[in-house]
C-alpha cells in the first residue's frame, strides 16, 4: 500500500509565496518520477510540473520561471515552491508518483488527497 500525502497549502495575498510538500511512504520499490497537478473548481485536473529521478524538470507555461520543484529521493519527497502568486493559481494541489512497488511489479501513478491553495487579490 501506498501513500501521498502533501501538506503547506494556505491562504496567500497575490504576490506571496508558499511551499508545498509531499511524502510518499509505503510499499515502495522505485520512484520514477514525481510531479504536482491542479485542479480549480469548474475546471480540468492540470499538470503544474514533474520531475524524474535524475532531476529533470517539467513546467506549465503558466507557472515557468515563478515555480520551483525540487525532490528528495531518499526521502521520497517532493516540492513545489511557488513564487509571484496569482489569484489564478487557486487551485486544491495534487501530488502524484510514477512508481512499482517490487521488482516484478509494473510502473503505476499514485495520487495524494490534495491541499488547497487560495490566493487572494
Known amino acids: 500500500q501506498v501513500q501521498l500525502v502533501e501538506s503547506g497549502g494556505g491562504l496567500v495575498q497575490a504576490g506571496g509565496s508558499l511551499r508545498l510538500s509531499c511524502a510518499a511512504s509505503?510499499?515502495?520499490?522505485?520512484?520514477?518520477?514525481m510531479g504536482w497537478y491542479r485542479q480549480a473548481p469548474g475546471k480540468q485536473r492540470e499538470l503544474v510540473a514533474t520531475i524524474r529521478n535524475a532531476g529533470n524538470a517539467n513546467y506549465a507555461d503558466s507557472v515557468q520561471g515563478r515555480f520551483t520543484i525540487s525532490r528528495d529521493n531518499a526521502r521520497n519527497r517532493v516540492y513545489l515552491q511557488m513564487a509571484s502568486l496569482k489569484p489564478e493559481d487557486s487551485a486544491v494541489y495534487y501530488c502524484?508518483?510514477?512508481?512499482?512497488?517490487?521488482?516484478?511489479?509494473?510502473?503505476?501513478?499514485?495520487w495524494g488527497q490534495g491541499t488547497q491553495v487560495t490566493v487572494s487579490s
Open positions: 509505503g510499499s515502495i520499490f522505485n520512484i520514477k518520477a
Open positions: 502524484n508518483a510514477y512508481l512499482k512497488t517490487d521488482y516484478y511489479s509494473d510502473y503505476e501513478t499514485y
